[in-house]
């Protein structure tokens, strides 16, 4: 599924703005669906050029007019059709199993900062699940519930593995540092 299907689903929702549908991403599908502006915005002028979305410009003093988008019936068919395929695939881009990849290019201290870092985000991550669920979630339909325990269950699987595993990395020093 790509920016375009994701926007069409959020404006089942409701209509929303580019920042509204970033606000969106980074809330509701941050732990497994990035997605910034340059992505937004220019899938928004596709789907508007190819008749899947409206936009009704807004204005606003002293700022530019705020365009804010509608799903069209069109635009509910093609999503549908989407929605339609039995078998999505699962993809996972991480920058930080990436840079561990290379773990024995690093020195231990770089490898305990970045495990701690990750950690860290794990952390906010569950904070970020905890508000979603105590402000949103008897707002919402029953697969952000699943998708959400979902990404609870493997933020905290990898929380774990990572307090578990993570002195292996620091192959290089003598001191171990606890997660």
Do not use: W
Not at 5 to 27: I, Q
């Amino acid at each position: 599924m790509d920016v375009k299907t994701v926007c069409l689903g959020m404006l089942t929702d409701g209509d929303a703005s580019g920042y509204d549908l970033k606000k969106h991403f980074e809330s509701s599908f941050g732990h497994f669906f990035a997605a910034g502006y340059g992505s937004i915005y220019p899938a928004l002028a596709s789907l508007a050029a190819d008749g899947l979305v409206s936009c009704e410009c807004i204005p606003q003093d002293g700022k530019p007019d705020r365009k804010v988008y509608s799903i069209t019936p069109a635009g509910r068919d093609v999503l549908l059709a989407e929605l339609d395929k039995p078998n999505p695939s699962h993809k996972i881009r991480s920058e930080f199993l990436a840079t561990i990849c290379f773990a024995h290019l690093m020195s231990a201290d770089q490898v305990a900062t970045v495990l701690r870092n990750r950690i860290a985000e794990i952390e906010a991550y569950e904070k970020l699940f905890d508000e979603f669920e105590q402000t949103c979630m008897h707002e919402t339909p029953h697969g952000m519930h699943f998708t959400v325990g979902i990404g609870r269950a493997v933020m905290l699987a990898m929380k774990k593995y990572i307090q578990e595993n993570g002195h292996e990395l620091q192959h290089r020093s003598a001191t171990v540092v606890n997660f």
